[in-house]
């Protein structure tokens, strides 16, 4: 992962220490995955995000860290392919958080 901790995924989703490490592997996935979106809905590169608006504590703003945890949760709660009965979009909060980071 570029900017996710395995600490971070964790807290996220209060998950004990047992239970993350049996899921290590997934949650990782998970994490890289939601870096990957990020990056691609902001159409920007890792490197290109932390000169823009990285400093010498935190290399990613906030928010799109917030973003990215917010994916890994919904990724981990909502395994199954949506259906008619399951239709579930990404939260309003999550545009909110990476909007400004875009690059039109």
């Known amino acids: 992962m570029k900017y996710l901790t395995f600490e971070q995924i964790k807290a996220q989703l209060r998950l004990d220490d047992e239970q993350a490490e049996l899921e290590r592997t997934l949650l990782e996935m998970y994490g890289e995955s939601a870096e990957d979106t990020v990056l691609n809905i902001i159409n920007r590169s890792y490197t290109e995000v932390v000169e823009l608006y990285g400093t010498d ?47 039109l």
């Open 57 to 103: 504590d935190r290399h990613v703003p906030a928010p799109l860290v917030h973003a990215s945890l917010l994916l890994v949760e919904l990724s981990y709660t909502q395994r199954a392919p949506v259906t008619q009965t399951n239709l579930y979009t990404v939260p309003y909060a999550f545009d909110m958080m990476v909007k400004p980071y875009m690059r």
